[in-house]
């Protein structure tokens, strides 16, 4: 939200976008990127009805807040993290787990009585018939610098809590989000990827 914005609370707005279906508009990255979709899962979950406003990208999604032209965005954590700072936006949730460290004053959604949990994550994977010793290294690799200490700590100055998956585990996640992410791309209407 931009600093200035009359609701305070998650529940302020939750409350005002109910109360004018199609009137708030709520900025995002790109049509049926992640943040238009965890847009559409947040619209769906407090049955409220936004004004999708697509940008080209998490910055200029923040660039139409600040210039006041949508009312709120949906972005991932270290986009308007200087914005904040600054004092010329203000977060009145976040969509995860557990508070943000650089924010521990921002309540989660959960926190604030809307069970709705938006992870945003980033994977590598690699094409079928990468052979198994590749996979391994560059599993080794990754697993080295996410568990590196000074990276974990600039992540965190940024927002972003690292998490480490094995290929199992990711390859698991990674199927429960698509499916996750294919239903509602059907549902509503956008686009023919699946």
Same mark, same amino acid.
């Given at each position: 939200m931009n600093a200035d914005a009359k609701w305070n609370t998650l529940q302020d707005f939750i409350t005002d976008a109910k109360a004018n279906?199609?009137?708030?508009?709520?900025?995002?990255a790109g049509t049926a990127g992640g943040n238009h979709m965890a847009a559409i899962l947040f619209e769906d979950a407090?049955? %409220?009805?936004?004004?999708?406003i697509p940008f080209s990208g998490g910055g200029p999604s923040i660039i139409?807040?600040?210039? =006041?032209?949508?009312?709120s965005a949906m972005n991932n954590a270290p986009e308007?993290? $200087?914005n904040i700072e600054a004092g010329?936006? =203000?977060?009145?949730?976040?969509?995860?787990?557990?508070? *943000?460290? $650089?924010?521990p004053d921002v309540p989660t959604a959960k926190e604030q009585g809307l069970d709705l949990v938006l992870p945003q994550w980033r994977g590598v994977v690699c094409?079928?018939?990468?052979?198994? %010793?590749?996979v391994q290294r560059l599993h080794d690799i990754f697993k080295q610098c996410i568990e590196d200490p000074i990276f974990?700590? =600039?992540? =965190?100055?940024?927002?972003?809590?690292?998490? *480490?998956?094995?290929a199992a585990d990711f390859g698991r996640f990674l199927l429960a989000e698509d499916a996750r992410y294919e239903a509602l791309v059907k549902a509503k209407g956008l686009g023919d990827r699946y």
């Open positions: 279906p199609g009137v708030l508009s709520i900025g995002n407090i049955s %409220a009805e936004f004004t999708h139409g807040l600040l210039g =006041k032209q949508v009312d308007g993290v $200087s010329q936006l =203000k977060m009145l949730a976040v969509f995860s787990e557990e508070r *943000y460290p $650089s924010f094409p079928p018939g990468t052979p198994d %010793a590749v974990v700590e =600039k992540m =965190k100055a940024m927002s972003v809590s690292p998490q *480490y998956l094995n």
